[in-house]
């Protein structure tokens, strides 16, 4: 069973970066479909990046294209969020996930293994 770990989530002033990372058990993160979500309180989940396997060009949301940025260590099973630019529509607990695949997709129901998450607040 495959375990994630998020960490590097805090407070920062809008305009603020954070770099969030997502340790995985074993090597998911050259392998299936790695993902990050968020959810801000009264909103459903939303994808806001995925991670093809075997380096293919990762997908962003618009909402966080140009501003968020993925990087991986595969020697040590572990994908990064660099999040720049940040604004206040950015708070949410941030999640990173794991799935079969490919394909992969960024609906909640294509993952099956989750972090704890980490919450990211922005303020203005």
């Known amino acids: 069973q495959v375990k994630l770990v998020d960490s590097g989530g805090g407070s920062v002033q809008a305009g603020g970066s954070l770099r969030l990372s997502c340790e995985a058990s074993t090597d998911t993160v050259s392998r299936g479909c790695m993902a990050w979500f968020r959810q801000a309180p009264g909103k459903e989940r939303e994808g806001i990046v995925v991670?093809?396997?075997?380096?293919?060009?990762?997908w962003y949301a618009d909402s966080v294209k140009g501003r968020f940025r993925i990087s991986q260590d595969n020697a040590k099973n572990t994908v990064f969020l660099q999040m720049n630019s940040l604004k206040p529509d950015d708070t949410a607990t941030y999640y990173c996930?794991?799935?079969?695949?490919?394909?992969?997709?960024?609906?909640?129901?294509?993952?099956?293994?989750w972090g704890q998450g980490t919450q990211v607040t922005v303020s203005s």
């Open positions: 991670i093809l396997p075997g380096g293919g060009t990762p």
């Open positions: 996930a794991a799935g079969p695949g490919p394909p992969c997709a960024s609906f909640v129901e294509k993952y099956n293994t």
